[in-house]
Nanobody
């Protein structure tokens, strides 16, 4: 059973940056479509970004131009670089592959 583990969340001021990481327990991230989702407080989980097996990427309109999803096949990692963060980016962020979810990492954007 593959496990996903997110890390890199924290408290950041508006306009700041964070980089989230998603690690897999097996070497599969390099070929799978990997998604980042987030769940803001009191709201439903929403899709944020996808990196496909060929490394094509896609983003939700709300983060386009500010967030970048990438992968490092050698390290079996996927990243979400988040710049120009806004208070509305506050959420628990999850990494997803097929029906596998990580435990999530909290991102709080506040002054």
């Amino acid at each position: 059973q593959v496990q996903l583990v997110e890390s890199g969340g924290g408290l950041v001021q508006p306009g700041g940056s964070l980089r989230l990481s998603c690690a897999a327990s097996r070497s599969i991230l390099s070929i799978a479509n990997i998604h980042w989702y987030r769940q803001p407080p009191g709201k439903q989980r929403e899709w944020v970004a996808t990196i496909f097996g060929g490394s094509t990427t896609n983003y939700a309109d709300s983060v386009k131009g500010r967030f970048t999803i990438s992968r490092d096949n050698a390290k079996n990692m996927v990243y979400l670089q988040m710049n120009s963060l806004k208070p509305e980016d506050t959420a628990v962020y999850y990494c997803n592959m097929y029906d596998i979810w990580g435990q999530g990492t909290q991102v709080t954007v506040s002054s």
